[in-house]
């Protein structure tokens, strides 16, 4: 059994909040389908967490600036970051924005070792990044290790080789990032790495698959996957030139779209999917600039081709020192240490399902086409009207996959709301009406929640109807604590002759059909 | 000796079954269809069906909503019908997309049983209709559409081709739609429960509709149910 490759992880604390370029001190949090991805120390301070709602935060503080992620502008500012490191080694990996990783073999005997190194790539990113975070970088067998040695790095962090598993085995479950798996886990009183890590292989793989057996292999201080010393035979790398050289990102942009898609048919048909790409490009006075980018399988073709466009956002609208002297001419995808794919199981009930996906991408692609504000999916809140019950929120501020909107089981009813059946039309222009006695006098409410008179004919615009059935009326006095939206109705429900049924309101002294049962 | 006797009465026993066999083979048969309906490869796109909840299944020759079919519905509570009859599709884990109705009241659609996490609501402008619609069949079970503006016949025409390609189902709500829907739901009579005059609460909705349509749904076919029933949802008439 070898040891996972020796690496380095430099990790700049809060990227996505770095990156709007606002003072970390300030309470500002970054959110993304409607929950909280990032938050400044400041935000932190005052209980806003990660993965809370954008409501739940504004809650804990209500001075919270609030940004939408940009994760395009993440990967550009990240960019000089990883520049800076190019002399210590040609092949910087970034993770993510804001996370970098690289294989210390070669660097640390060039100089003079791990803590040298360690040292001097802090001091590299440190200077660059001063001012708007600091950084932290950790070392140890593996990037997973290493990343959680630069999470609880000072500024820096060596694990010695060897002494990973007994650095692992201490920290919770929640680090390996799989909530399925660590919810289970948790539940079954395995709550730290270690604990894990003590359960039989063979056990693992029966119970949770091969997902939960590179979880384990983590755990255990080891790599994710055994290394597969299979020398690959074809050459994957796909590539295509530019012609005229673009300049601009966009030109770039649908060949890397392209070029992605082209990657992962080439890759699935020969079932091996690669730890990192790596993307390149070539300019017209032959500078060739190359960044790999994690991977790992779990990238979809579409996701490929964002790093591809963040990567050359970076490159060509970076500082003048870095930029490019020329135009690309040639892009290409290298898929960088193959490895077997395992094929992502989908979950049979819940999870991401064929057809949701289908569904998820018609959507993205008519909101590209209509609008954002014409693909609406409905939200749970409260309220005691027809209409404010659910609410129609744009489908792009949501996450679609794995949300459920039934009532939560334990909240009470809202005192006021009418019972099943819901109307089916809730009309959003309410149709102005007279309710009207055997007498033709106007029907009103009185003080005391009462009507003056059964309602015998709805009338409008000269129309009139004869009431069949009628009940109510049924008061509701909302926000009477605020002049502004105090809103004082009785609402009836009506079947009219023609064998229809209303919801009618009066509400400051005027009658008007507000839903009606279709 | 022992093991003679053992396949002796294993003969006979066989036999047996055949005889078996034989006499009931009307019901073999049957069963044997069953089976070979189970196992049909999944490319006989026309073959394949979306469930529909139960009070509904009679209102369908083949019991359930065929992949690639256009079903109309018109008459007063036709949007509760279409909604009754998307939920089937629906609690079975297809998605849902409703194109033009501004007015949709979102709680009774939950309680007629369509899955809200797996639906769309899409609004388009008049001059993108067919635009959303062309995206949506194939890419959502079922689309129920309720155009408030006449839809001309070619654009018709290609959906509907477009459906039978795709496998997704079509409900369409009122009568601007110009082609004849394969499956023809109209409601004849609806009759209100549960409200009196100053008393009680809309309780539940007794429908009586009329089907037809084309090929094996021309065959007249009538059914009474509550859409609402008692509680939001599809309920059959208690007998």
């Known amino acids: 059994m070898s040891a996972p490759v020796r690496t380095l992880v430099a990790w700049c604390p809060d990227w996505p909040v770095v990156a709007t370029g606002v003072d970390l001190a300030e309470p500002v949090a970054v959110v993304y389908a409607n929950r909280i991805v990032a938050a400044s120390p400041g935000a932190r301070a005052q209980g806003v967490a990660r993965g809370m709602r954008r409501r739940a935060a504004q809650g804990r503080c209500a001075t919270l600036a609030l940004h939408e992620r940009d994760e395009a502008r993440e990967a550009r500012l990240f960019e000089p970051v990883v520049a800076a490191l190019d002399d210590i080694t040609p092949r910087v990996e970034v993770i993510r924005p804001g996370t970098c990783a690289l294989v210390m073999r070669g660097p640390s005997r060039y100089f003079g070792g791990d803590a040298a190194v360690a040292d001097l790539v802090h001091e590299r990113l440190a200077e660059i990044v001063a001012e708007r975070t600091d950084v932290r970088v950790g070392v140890a067998d593996g990037p997973f290790a290493a990343e959680l040695a630069a999470r609880a790095a000072n500024p820096t962090r060596l694990v010695p080789s060897g002494e990973v598993a007994g650095f692992l085995a201490p920290m919770k479950v929640d680090v390996l990032e799989r909530p399925e798996l660590v919810d289970v886990l948790r539940r079954l009183g395995v709550r730290t790495l270690g604990a894990f890590a003590d359960l039989p292989a063979s056990d693992v793989l029966a119970r949770f698959g091969s997902d939960g057996l590179g979880a384990h292999r983590l755990a255990c201080g080891r790599d994710e996957r055994p290394p597969d010393a299979r020398r690959p035979p074809v050459d994957w790398t796909v590539s295509d030139e530019i012609d005229p050289p673009a300049d601009r990102v966009d030109r770039v942009a649908f060949l890397a779209r392209t070029l992605a898609d082209e990657l992962h048919r080439r890759l699935g048909r020969d079932g091996v999917t690669c730890v990192r790409v790596g993307i390149e490009a070539e300019t017209e006075h032959g500078e060739q600039l190359l960044r790999f980018w994690r991977h790992e399988g779990t990238l979809s073709d579409a996701a490929v081709a964002d790093r591809v466009r963040w990567q050359l956002d970076g490159w060509l609208n970076g500082s003048a020192a870095s930029r490019p002297s020329g135009g690309i001419t040639r892009l290409a995808l290298i898929p960088d240490e193959l490895i077997a794919a395992k094929g992502r199981q989908l979950g049979f009930w819940g999870g991401e399902t064929e057809v949701d996906q289908r569904a998820i991408r018609v959507a993205a692609r008519l909101q590209g086409q209509l609008g954002a504000d014409a693909v609406l999916v409905p939200e749970r809140e409260g309220g005691r009207h027809p209409d404010s019950q659910l609410r129609l929120v744009p489908a792009a501020t949501v996450e679609l996959t794995g949300r459920s909107l039934d009532p939560e089981p334990d909240t009470a009813p809202w005192p006021g709301v009418l019972p099943a059946p819901s109307p089916t039309r809730v009309l959003t222009e309410p149709i102005s009406i007279e309710v009207l006695d055997e007498c033709n006098r106007a029907v009103v409410v009185t003080g005391r929640g009462l009507l003056s008179a059964s309602p015998f004919v709805l009338a409008a615009r000269g129309k009139r109807i004869e009431v069949r059935h009628w009940a109510g009326p049924w008061p509701i006095d909302e926000r009477w604590w605020d002049p502004e939206a105090h809103t004082r109705q009785a609402r009836l429900q009506v079947v009219t002759v023609d064998g229809r049924a209303h919801l009618i309101a009066l509400a400051g002294g005027a009658w008007a059909i507000t839903a009606q049962w279709d | ?239």
Do not use: K, Y
């Open chain 2, 1 to 239: 000796m022992f093991d003679t006797r053992a396949m002796a009465t294993g003969h006979a026993r066989n036999l047996a079954v055949e005889l078996d066999e034989q006499a009931d083979s009307a019901t073999r048969r049957a069963e044997l269809r069953l089976v070979g309906e189970r196992v049909m490869p999944m490319a006989l796109a026309r073959e394949q069906t979306l469930p529909v909840l139960g009070p509904l299944v009679p209102l369908f020759p083949e019991g359930a909503l065929r992949r690639g079919s256009i079903v109309g519905i018109r008459g007063s509570g036709a949007t509760s019908l279409a909604m009754a009859v998307a939920a089937g599709p629906s609690t079975s884990g297809a998605w849902t997309a409703v194109v033009g109705d501004p007015d949709l009241g979102l709680g009774a659609v939950g309680e007629l049983g369509v899955a809200l996490e797996r639906l769309l609501i899409v609004r388009p402008e008049p001059g993108n209709w067919s635009l959303a619609l062309a995206a949506l069949v194939g890419a959502v079970d079922v689309v129920i559409a309720a155009p408030r503006h006449r839809i001309s016949d070619t654009d018709a025409r290609r959906m509907a081709a477009r459906l039978r390609e795709r496998g997704s189902v079509l409900i369409h709500i009122g009568d601007r739609w110009p082609v004849g829907a394969d499956v023809q739901l109209d409601i004849a009579a609806g009759e209100w429960e549960g409200l009196g005059d100053g008393h009680g609460v809309l309780r539940s909705r007794r429908l009586d509709i009329q089907g037809g349509g084309r090929g094996s749904a021309s065959r007249p076919r009538q059914l009474e149910v509550l859409v609402p029933g008692p509680g939001g949802a599809v309920a059959a008439l208690a007998a």
